[in-house]
């Protein structure tokens, strides 16, 4: 293998800076399309060997049309690569394209079809991607599977891998989600890759599919053999890419790791993760980091690695990392092009054409209603108004009525909607078809029961604070803090762990219950100098990682990630009926499991089982609230 050494850091491609002027002057009108504040953007590092990654698009290949950070479009995206590899290749240096699954759920290009991703699948595929592979989204449904494989797999062909999933094919057999493992070698700096692609331990996929947990599959012989057919000697580089988070906290990617350096004590690794849906840059060893990178189609994740870097370096001479918004400012400054017109290609606008023909023919454009401010998440607290809990508590949960006439049906009720179920803020704007699959997709019926009102009021209190304390008890095969939204749930795991190191060093120290605190705000200093330095910015993530809090392309003012609970409540509880009044509790069946567990271990042995109590989907309700009333 021949390595270009003379690419070092000093020799980095001189990529024109941007200058914004030309950009607001440019002839066509992508004002829409980008942000109204324009802060200085930070240089990609270039390497011998670079990579742009995509995970959990879940569909949002037309943009994000309320937002402008993330205004760019999969058309866009499409001319942001082909500009890239150009210049991958003029500077004869390489350029991977990864992408890390879970394509389904979540936006109206994809779920307003049936089935699910028949228009957003082949659009996605226009990307030129080298490696991709399968998030637990494609595994739910069996048609979303069978579409992966007889769609997804044959467009990748050999960049199609998958070490630990596998399809039931037409004789019964299991077979793998393309390929188990690819060896390669790169275009331009010759160097040799070898591969893998691992989904984490799934267990809710169809039955037509099989996923094998990564830490039977290092035992496999398939996996060893492959290990000891490709030695050190012939490798420069192992890239592992999977739908699985990259954080310290997340054991699986921690096991491979020792089993990779047994056999690669040397070899520079790279983890590209997925599924948390967050920005993140770990440090497993000096010579191997992993990249997140975000969700949504908001953000683009690069990295760089100096393949010819030798001796006992700290990563950071070694790697680079860098967050990309995903919108036209950070493209067009990224390809060192000064104007659309000579940033646009033909396949790009081609995909942005297809795109706009089928938003159209779904009507995802479609107008239902408005809303009048932005609801969030967790960008407020629980308790705000404009928190999207706060209006569904409140307000919009309270119009559901049965579907059918229930016997003994109480007048008083609890509804418990798990955090989770809500996918994304809902933004100022028209209240379009396409926002009905975007802020909930999920189509789940709900359920009742009914308990004494000194049980029922006893519930979600009780899934609530099951987090740290029950994680800890091996008998506990429901974890609650998974009915939490994926960005918080990752969150609350890294805060528990902080918490147990903690507690190690000072045990004398009582146990409490955490009060979680809101993600940025132990930095307090970094907020102040925000504060002061930033105001002028955009709204936008401020990440911290392994690497310090410079990887953002675009330097933001933070949006700061609340804690929220697990489940939130709405009740409509009357004070002056006894405890011993019966209560409808309402649920979506899907959280039905953590329901039952909570009645146990509150002590509640009566017998009960569910009913069906409504087939009016979250989303529907919202729609139908927003079209009647003012928010
Ligand atoms: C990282 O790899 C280099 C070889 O490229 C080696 O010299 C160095 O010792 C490795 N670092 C560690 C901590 O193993
Ligand atoms: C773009 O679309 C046109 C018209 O459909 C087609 O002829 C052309 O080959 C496409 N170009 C690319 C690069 O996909
Ligand atoms: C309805 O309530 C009555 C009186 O509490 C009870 O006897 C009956 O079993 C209940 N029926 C159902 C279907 O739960
Ligand atoms: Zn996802
Ligand atoms: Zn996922």
Redesign the pocket.
Known sequence: MQLNSIWTSNKTPVIATLIITLLVFSTRNIGKKTPDSLGSIRDLKWSSINFLHTTDTHGWYGGHTNQKLYGADWGDFISFTENMRSIANSQNVDLLLVDTGDRHDGNGLTDATVPNGIEALPIFAKQDYDLVTIGNHELYLYENSKQEFDFIVQEYGNNYISSNVEYKNNDGDFEPFGKKYKYFTTPNQKARILSFAFLFDFTRNNEGTKVTPLEDVIKEKWFLETLKKHPGQDVDLIVVFGHIPIAHTWKELLVLHQVLREYYPETKIQYFGGHSHIRDFTIFDSNLTGLQSGRYCESVGWVSIDLSATGDLSPQKIFARSYIDFNLNSFLHHSGQSSIEEFE???G??VT?TINLVRNKLHLNDVLGHVNRNYYVDYVPLDHPQNLFKLLADQVLPTLQPTQALKNQSDERIFIINTGSIRYDLYKGPYTIDTRYIVSPFENEWARITLPKSIAIRIGPFLNKAGYILSQDKDNEIDNRRLLPLHQYSQRLKQEQQLRAKLEEEPEKKFQYPAFSPFFSQDAEFQNEASITRQKLSKGYVTHDDFGDDGDDTPHKPVINFPITNVVESKQLDIETGEHALVDVIYYKFIEGNILWALKHIGYDEKVESELYSTTYLNQLLEVFVQQNEI
Do not use: G, I, P, V
Request: no cysteine; net charge neutral.
């Open positions: 290609t033909e396949a606008n081609n054409r």
